[in-house]
Structure formats: structure tokens, C-alpha cells
């Protein structure tokens, strides 16, 4: 061998002692105490970092404990600077539309992707309308995820929406609105359009009758609204029922 090539394994054997000590001196993240938890607002952080200190492993072994815990968390980014004594686990959160019921009782968020997810007290706050979910299927969430920022507009209905609950496949889904009136609206298209024709049907028999009234849009593509009006019972009944 020349000079020039002990030279050069000196040097290799040289760097490669230098990197073993480097990665010896820094911290692993297999420790249970190696993780923090930031990115996030508490209560949820507290929970997230409790979670995350019983289990060992590797940095990217928490963050995937942190996901299967959490199925509001969507991804966990890990993070760790030259020198630092822990990794940095930011969890992702879904991004929720609304909240979710199944048959009147509490069925976590609904997601923008049309996923339905639970989450702990305190990492969503709405208090706008529900989706009750009970029977749809994916694609149907997902068109709801799609529609709804429309549906769930100031203003969009006649009334206020309280809730929108799906129904059997071949009736889709149904709205409620604060005083009383129902409205059968089938499936998740046409969505501006029948608002506004929604609204200016009601508004036409308003003249003629205030109150209530059950709409059925489910045959608008045949230019078919229909109205029927539900009396002060009815309404009562119908206000009562969509609290």
C-alpha cells in the first residue's frame, strides 16, 4: 500500500471513531423520559406527553403510539437538533367539520376527509350544527365532509340548522331547523340549488301560512319541492326533538 493510501484509511478509520463517539454521546430517544410532547394546546398535550412516557422505544415508536391512541391525531412529526437530550414529538391534529352523533348520542367529529373520530374533551369546540351519522356509508360521509361548509352556512336554510341526520340509503338525509320545519333533502347534490329553491318555497307559503313545514327535495331533479305544514304540534314536536 502507498502513502497515499494509509493516508486514506487513517483518515476513514480516523472519521469513523469520531462518528461512533458523536452517536454514543447523543441522547438516545429509547429512554421513556427522551420524547416531549409541544405544538398542541392543552389538556390535550398533558394526555399526549402521559401517553407518550409509558412507552418505550424509539422516538418514532412513540409517535406511533401517539396515533393509535389518538385517532384525532392525523400524523406526528419528530424532531430532534444536534445535541438535544430529547426528541420533540408535534402531533397533527384532523381537521373536524363538525361534530358527530349516532342516533342522538355523542359519536365524536366528523373530518374533513368524511372520517368520523374521537377525540378527548377539549380538542374541538363547536356549537353549530350536528351530523348524525347512524347508517351512512363512506362515501356518503364523504360527501357530506364535501358539502357540508355549504350546508352549515349562516343562512343557508330558512331557519337555523340544528341537525342534519342521515336516513334509509334511498331517502338520504334530513335537516332540522330551529323552528321545527323538516326537510328531506335525499341525496347530498345539487346542494345550492336546492337551497335556494328551498328557501324561496318557503318563503311563497309563508304568505299563505306561517309556521312549520315538513319540505321533501328528495325528487328535485324532476322539479319537485314539496311542502306540507306541520301544525303548532307538529312544530313543537319537531323543535323538541332537535334539541
Partial sequence: MGLLGIVAAASARHAAAVLTRARRALPLASTADSAVVEGVAEPFRALAQAAVDVVPGSAGEKAQALRAKFPCVEDVTV?????????VLAPVLRRAVAAAQRRGRAAGYLGSDGAVFDAPAGVF??????????????????????????LSAEGAFPAGLVTLAHRQAEDGWEARLADGTTVLWGRLDWTKEKLARLSEAIEDAHAKEPGAFA???RFFEDGKVLLKPLGPTLAAGAREASR
Fill in 79 to 87: 424532531r430532534r437538533a444536534w445535541g438535544d437530550k430529547h426528541a
Fill in 215 to 217: 319540505a321533501d327535495l
Fill in 125 to 150: 369546540s363547536f356549537s353549530g350544527p350536528l351530523v348524525d351519522v347512524a347508517g351512512a356509508s363512506e362515501d356518503e360521509l364523504k360527501e357530506l365532509a364535501r358539502e357540508w361548509p355549504v
